[in-house]
């Protein structure tokens, strides 16, 4: 699916890139320097599926709306406060090495006009959030007649 490809840093930006122009601005990063989930889109009969990773964030963490035709991910993890300040995990130890350390993030993405808004289902399941968007019924041409 070509369409909802297109990106923007947060829900609050005002421009948008297409996945190709992104690539071609920025390197790679290492897959550990992500900022943002991994996201697959896949398109079935009728429908278009959204699966975005989302390690170790609760489901009561993530937001999913929708602003016109603009789909917005944003997830705050939720972190203890003592082992922000601590650095530690809350039992009076310290951290030596840490990686895998919670963020804030957004994701956007720019949904076609064929993808039936009303009719968005998401689902969060060992750590992947599944988004369904389906399709609109296709409209069919008819005969318009000519009155006198």
């Known amino acids: 699916m070509r369409y909802i490809l297109t990106r923007t840093g ?7 890139y297409s996945r190709t122009s ?14 943002t ?3 697959d889109i896949h398109e079935e009969e009728g429908r278009y ?3 975005a990773e989302l390690p170790g964030v609760a489901e009561s963490d993530i937001e999913v709306k929708l602003e016109d035709s603009l789909l917005i991910i944003h997830a705050t993890p939720n972190r203890d406060a003592a ?24 994701r956007s993405f720019v949904l076609p006009k064929d993808v039936n808004r009303d009719a968005i ?23 318009i007649p000519i009155q006198n």
Request: hydrophobic share 30%; no cysteine; charged share 30%.
């Open 121 to 143: 289902k998401a689902h969060h399941r060992n750590g992947v959030l599944t988004l369904t968007l389906d399709k609109v019924a296709a409209s069919k041409p008819r005969s």
């Open 83 to 106: 082992q922000e300040t601590s650095h530690g995990n809350g039992n009076g130890s310290r951290y030596l090495v840490r990686e895998r350390a919670q963020r804030e993030f957004g």
């Open 49 to 51: 599926v959204l699966e």
């Open 37 to 39: 989930p991994a996201v």
């Open 10 to 16: 947060t829900p609050a930006a005002t421009r948008s």
């Open 22 to 35: 992104l690539e071609s601005l920025f390197p790679r990063t290492a897959e550990w320097d992500r900022r």
